[in-house]
């Protein structure tokens, strides 16, 4: 389902003013000394399991090249391969496909049936070019999906795969489609960036596992890969913090936000990192960052509407919802729950206003024609209400 996992420091945010400045840079560790990884040496098992090869992550197994001449016409159109290909996976008796929490590589993939998205990205990758397409990864800004584990925070973010066919465009095939939206901001990433992902998602699950060598070793490959990958940084501050090395870490959370300055996981890290060492003006200050970009997330702002919705204060979920739908307007579900919000406010004719606009913006003739179900059920049928294609 999600792309890759970030371990951030355990981190309280709450809301204040920071005047502080920025992080101290004298004496940071240089990005050589992070990968060098010294301090960590003396803690690290004399023999350690080696990442896969990069040539491996996309491999082609012979399963894999039988299925693809079993099921897709060398000969057919773009489209048509396209067409036989997921309607192979989807159809072919026995061939489930299962969503677990572990990174695998396309063969593994292929061979378990089962992974998180990015396993399932690969495996589609390397089957569409086994097949003749022009296949690519993208990366896709759907809304944040934290959860907590162990000690740590997680981030997870979104991986697909976005085909061109020519002259007849462009297809985005993604394995949880439940999660993906069409008007999610996405873009396309070279193969370097996706086993930058790959290396990262994996350094994850052996960090969570103990196997802190192991992690280090992945991370190596993914910023080798990718030397601006951020996560990669943040993860690797991680594995200082909880080696004991606060330097270390505060210069890779420092390195992450060199590469990118909106990555908040780094700066709740770093918050967190700064609380801990009892430099209270610096740690405010990264937690003011963090909550500013909050703030400017128009899905943090959704998700105050649908929580003020569930409580009954239809007031303050059409206030959060219009911030949001400010921010991005093409977002039909920002317009679906305004709608239910006036509907519950008794004001019918608003209600059909926004179902209206939500059918407009939708992506898809399947939710336009929901939205154009639930106009009806509503008694009303504006004049501008689009119809289904």
């Known amino acids: ?25 004298a004496g940071r560790v240089s990005p050589p000394e992070l990968l060098a990884a010294r301090p960590l040496a003396a803690a690290a098992p004399t023999e350690t399991a080696a990442p896969v090869d990069e040539t491996e992550v996309l491999a082609v197994s012979p399963e894999m090249r039988a299925f693809v001449a079993e099921h897709v016409a060398r000969g057919a159109t773009r489209p048509m391969k396209l067409l036989q290909l997921t309607s192979a996976l989807i159809d072919v008796p026995g061939f489930r496909l299962t969503y677990d929490e572990t990174t695998r590589t396309a063969a593994a993939t292929f061979k378990a049936r089962r992974g998180n998205c990015l396993s399932f990205s690969n495996m589609f990758v390397a089957l569409a070019r086994q097949a003749g397409l022009q296949a690519w990864f993208q990366e896709v800004d759907a809304p944040p999906d934290w959860s907590f584990r162990d000690d740590a925070f997680v981030l997870n973010r979104h991986i ?22 069409a008007s ?37 490959k993914a910023l080798a890969h990718d030397t601006e990958f951020s996560p990669a940084w943040t993860t690797l501050g991680t594995l200082y913090r909880r080696g004991g090395q606060g330097g270390h870490a505060e210069g890779a959370y420092l390195r992450a936000l060199d590469a990118d300055g909106a990555d908040t996981v780094a700066m709740s890290n770093l918050s967190w990192l700064y609380e801990h060492e009892g430099d209270a003006g610096r740690a405010a200050w ?23 919705f569930d409580k009954g204060e239809y007031d303050a979920a059409i206030a959060h919802v219009e ?4 921010t991005k307007r093409n977002e039909d ?3 679906f729950l305004l709608s239910l919000a006036y509907r519950q406010k008794g004001d019918t004719r608003t209600a059909a206003r926004y179902l209206a606009r939500a059918q ?16 009806q059920a509503l008694g009303q049928r504006p004049k501008d209400a689009v119809q289904p294609q």
Not at 160 to 181: P, Q, S, T, Y
Not at 323 to 326: I, P, S, V
Not at 360 to 375: C, G, N
């Open 333 to 335: 579900q920002f317009y």
């Open 184 to 220: 999610y901001d996405r873009r396309v990433i070279t193969d370097e960036r996706a086993l930058a992902h790959y290396y990262n998602n994996v350094a994850v699950e052996r960090l969570r596992a103990g196997d802190g060598a192991s992690a280090l070793a992945c991370l190596r």
């Open 286 to 308: 990264y937690r003011h960052r963090v909550l500013a970009h909050r703030n400017r997330n128009p899905y943090y702002h959704f998700q105050l509407g649908k929580e003020a």
């Open 360 to 375: 407009r913006v939708a992506a898809t003739d399947e939710l336009r024609r929901r939205y154009e179900s639930k106009m």
């Open 160 to 181: 697909n795969v976005l085909v061109d066919l020519g002259r007849a465009g462009e297809r985005v095939v993604d394995f949880n489609v439940d999660d993906f939206k």
């Open 1 to 25: 389902m999600w792309s890759r996992a970030v371990l951030a420091g355990l981190t309280v945010l709450v809301a204040g003013c920071a005047s502080a400045p920025p992080a101290r840079d």
């Open 323 to 326: 911030r949001a739908a400010r």
